[in-house]
């Protein structure tokens, strides 16, 4: 079972908006940065948005100032406010939890299924 569960993708126009919404459930250990990654049509899996327990966050260049992450520690849910929506933004979002070590290396991630976002008139 995935534990990680996406909400919120779908069909918007251009210079639209959409939130999406990620949630976990027992089955997630501890983890120290949630983020999102994208898969656009052939294109390799890539970073969108992440952020640390700490509140330090990462932008891919060309979301930097449309998109928005929200991270919840409580709750353990991470959302990403995507604005003034590309045409280059579709693709398959995933939702990412994992626990870092202090010298970056992974020791252990989790990804949701991914939703479908496609940006189109």
């Known amino acids: 079972q995935v534990p990680l569960f996406e909400y919120g993708g779908g069909l918007v126009q251009p210079g639209g908006s959409l939130r999406l919404a990620c949630a976990t459930d027992?089955?997630?250990?501890?983890?120290?940065?949630m983020g999102w990654y994208r898969r656009s049509p052939g294109k390799q899996r890539e970073l969108v948005a992440t952020?640390?327990?700490?509140?330090?966050?990462t932008y891919a260049d060309s979301v930097k100032g449309r998109f928005t992450i929200y991270r919840n520690n409580v709750k353990r849910t991470v959302d990403l406010q995507m604005s003034s929506l590309r045409s280059e933004d579709t693709g398959v979002y995933y939702c990412?939890?994992?626990?870092?070590?202090?010298?970056?290396?992974?020791?252990?991630?989790?990804w949701g299924e991914g939703t479908q976002v496609t940006v189109a008139s």
């Open positions: 952020e640390t327990d700490g509140g330090t966050t």
């Open positions: 027992g089955g997630v250990f501890r983890t120290n940065v």
């Open positions: 990412h939890a994992a626990l870092l070590e202090l010298d970056g290396t992974t020791r252990y991630e989790y």
